[in-house]
């Protein structure tokens, strides 16, 4: 049966920004490919909350300010591993820019994250030390919102650690799986998928959401 948007439900929209399109600075294959259909499911929910990834050019996490080393190694940092990045989405740059085509007008909350110079931010609800909020489980709460459906990029890393953190926190939560993609190095989508299932987010696609 098709799930029917509530009143209580929101549509999470994760770093649908430029440097994670083709052509950008940590492009994510086919993320062009998620505008449509993100805009159209967008219509169907009464709330939306966007996020986005927005670094300082020193950044922690970008492999340019750790010489000698490049994207996609890993290093060890206070709060865990960090895995290393080209730089993406400095603030300010047209790479952070939320994409055209995606400014719905039941977007009521932009949620930044990723501007600690020191420490990571996958998720939309706490920063990579699992200590730092951002504020959004409050908001939900606070306007009485239950369900959470996830969709964006990247399905491995920013939208995995929000569904991940959606359910923790208490939200029903659903990932849309074909308004995602993913980076997938290394294991990474798999490993995100078997973590989302273990702790009961449902994955879901596009045509399920009445």
Sequence with gaps: MPIIPRADDVLI?????????????????????????????????????????????????????????????????????Q?????????????????????PPNAQLIIRKGFHREVDSYSGFQEADRQTRTGLAGYLRERSLQRVFVVGLATDFCVGWTALDAQAAGFETFVIEDATRAISADGSLGRAWAEMEKAGVERIVAADVG
């Design 13 to 81: 929209i994760v770093d649908m920004q430029y440097d994670f399109l083709p052509g950008g600075g940590l492009a994510v294959a086919g993320g062009d490919q998620i505008i449509a259909p993100i805009a159209a499911l967008a219509q169907r929910f009464d709330s939306v909350v966007m996020t986005q990834d927005w670094h300082p050019a020193d950044h922690i996490s970008f492999a340019s300010n750790h010489p000698g080393k490049h994207p996609f190694e890993t290093i060890e940092l206070a709060y865990g591993t």
């Design 83 to 103: 895995v290393l990045w080209p730089d993406h989405c400095v603030i300010g740059t047209h790479g952070a820019a939320l994409v055209d085509g995606l400014a």
